[in-house]
């Protein structure tokens, strides 16, 4: 069993912005975040992340809580093992009531020790080195990046069993792989091996660039528990901090073009897995907000790759360009080559994403035949509808000069979308709503409350006043209104008046009740009435508080 103290400093050490960031897009909404829900589907975002609170919440579905918590539901795992996920991805030690540490799953203890083997291969094997040198790869390099080899199957299987690891747990980690007949053997053999980390810096898994006649030249880890290639960027740890701070990333298509603009400057380089960007790689390209370079080959399947990102950019709102490398060249030839300063010129004067975009549409159509034109006005014209629509109305003019066509053809004649209703399930009430507020902000005054104002006070928020007042903050209401930053949390003057004005509002409905009340007792109704009258609502109009006696009733 996880020791709670383990968990508790796994909790101060994570942010739920970055956890939740790292699975669906956040778009800043105020002091908060906000998407759409990840947990039911809708169009307009009601899911808000708390940076603050360190909580989210869905005012749609309801779903909430913490950062475990939404691992859990979105990863469909138990409490232990998203717990266990989130300490390594963030590097971060558990300890276990037996008495044992883990300071990363098995999986990652596997990850590690291998690297580190890779790490002394490659100093033992002449032609690793040689084809390093050859791609113009420094030492420095070599050991900023953990550049590595591995050798044959049985080389690695040995290795793991002296290390005592469990076969099982290799197979696990994406490491070894079992044949037809049940045979086990390693997936990299004869390659140069290029760790991949998260991006908190926890190693994740491997890709590979194979030294023999491979048919695969390249190839990286299976999926895992610790591996998706989709939510990876290749070298985006030792490269993020750069980002921030220029607000500017690069994506290349490879490893060797990584490490060779590193190696040249351009320390905000990144690469896509062996995969096209896709659209679960935009939380983390939102980080920090750069602009985003493109930096492909020009060959057929470089454009084809360039044009599907910029689309998708375009759409998610991103701000880039696109470079693609002439000639069959790529970053990585042209640093080995020498010609700083024509790299340099390309990644500053890149096509801008959407109107590299409407280029490459005309570029695939005949515009000298009528029907083409027709063809590919629509398709820009539909590309055009999926931008913001400030955005839109710039590029539009742009392609219309590009067409040679007036501006109105581009017009889209489209009906308003119907504003989306959210089920309201409670009858908004203001004054309660800023009650509890205060109260979940300012809990040392919920004993005081509890004296002068029953559950029932609060009508619809009376199953969430039942839940703040047992310390579970857990209820969708409550969480809602941690979250909510338009609800204003009241100093104590104003938290009393509000307290007062509700108990008036109480006695003085209570009181006509009674007033037209014929079936009680008269002696009853008549102290009932007097008791209100002279003692309850005097009291409270100056500004004191009223035990609440649940026998005081009709």
């Keep these: 069993m996880i020791d709670n103290s383990s968990i508790e400093r796994l909790k101060s050490s994570i942010d739920i912005v ?38 989210f919440h869905c005012f749609g ?25 989130l300490a390594s991805s963030y590097n971060i030690p558990l300890t276990y009531t037996k008495g044992t540490q883990s300071g990363v799953s098995d999986e ?58 469990p076969l099982p747990k290799a197979i696990d980690a994406g490491v070894l792989a079992k044949g037809e007949r049940g045979d086990l053997y390693a997936r990299l053999i004869d390659r140069v091996t290029f760790p991949i980390f998260n991006s908190a810096g926890a190693i994740v898994g491997f890709g590979g660039r194979t030294l023999s006649n491979h048919p695969a030249k390249y190839i ?29 990333i690069i994506i290349t298509e490879g490893y060797l073009d990584v490490i060779m603009l590193h190696q040249a400057g351009w320390t905000n380089s990144v690469a896509t897995l062996g995969t096209a960007l896709t659209s679960e790689h935009l939380p983390i390209l939102r980080k920090g907000e750069p602009k985003v370079i493109l930096a492909y080959d020009g060959d057929k399947a470089g454009v084809a790759a360039a044009l599907k990102a910029a689309k998708m950019l375009s759409a998610s709102g991103f701000e880039g360009s696109v470079v693609l490398f002439p000639e069959g060249k790529d970053p990585a030839d042209m640093v080995n080559g020498g010609d700083i300063k024509g790299l340099k010129n390309l990644l500053s004067n890149g096509k801008d994403l959407a109107i590299f975009v409407i280029e490459q549409i005309i570029k695939s159509y005949n515009l000298n035949n009528p029907y083409d034109k027709q063809k590919a006005i629509a398709e820009v ?45 409670i009858a908004k009430d203001p004054a309660w709503e800023a009650i509890l507020k205060t109260l979940i902000e300012k809990p040392s005054l919920i004993d005081e409350v509890l004296d002068v104002l029953d559950f029932s006070f609060a009508k619809s928020y009376e199953e969430a006043f039942k839940s703040l007042a047992s310390g579970n903050l857990e209820h969708p209401i409550l969480r809602g209104l941690a979250v909510d930053n338009s609800i204003v949390v009241l100093n104590e003057n104003e938290f009393k008046a509000q307290v007062l004005k509700e108990l008036e509002i109480y006695y003085k409905n209570l009181l006509k009740s009674l007033m037209n009340n014929q079936n009680l007792d008269y002696k009853r109704k008549s102290f009932l009435i007097r008791k209100i009258k002279t003692d309850i609502l005097p009291r409270i109009k100056k500004g004191e508080f009223v035990p609440y006696e649940s026998n005081f009733t009709i």
Excluded at 23 to 29: A, R, T, V
Aim: hydrophobic share 35%; proline share 4%.
């Design 108 to 165: 990652r203890r596997i990850l590690e020790l291998l690297q580190n083997r890779y790490k002394e291969w490659l100093h033992k094997t002449p032609n690793a080195l040689e084809y390093l040198k050859s791609r113009g790869i420094n030492k420095h390099s070599i050991e900023h990046f953990g550049i590595g080899y591995v050798g044959s199957s049985a080389e690695v299987i040995k290795f793991l069993n002296d290390s005592q690891v």
């Design 220 to 248: 990286n880890s299976p999926q895992t528990k610790l591996f998706n290639k989709s939510r990876l960027l290749y070298g985006y740890y030792l490269a993020k901090k750069e980002i921030y701070s220029k607000k500017e």
């Design 61 to 85: 579905c309801g779903a909430g809580g913490d950062a475990i918590k939404f691992v859990m539901e979105y990863e469909k795992l138990s409490y232990p093992e998203a717990i266990e996920k």
């Design 18 to 55: 970055d956890v939740i960031g790292s699975y669906i897009e956040l778009k800043k909404s105020g002091a908060n975040f906000k998407a759409n829900c990840p947990f039911h589907g809708e169009k307009t975002p009601s899911f808000v992340v708390s940076p603050q609170k360190q909580i």
């Design 381 to 425: 014209k539909n590309f055009l509808n999926s931008l913001n629509r400030v955005i839109r109305e710039i590029y539009a003019n742009e392609t219309a000069r590009l067409f040679n066509i007036p501006l109105a053809y581009l017009s889209s004649k489209t009906k308003a979308k119907p504003i989306e209703q959210k089920t309201q399930t």
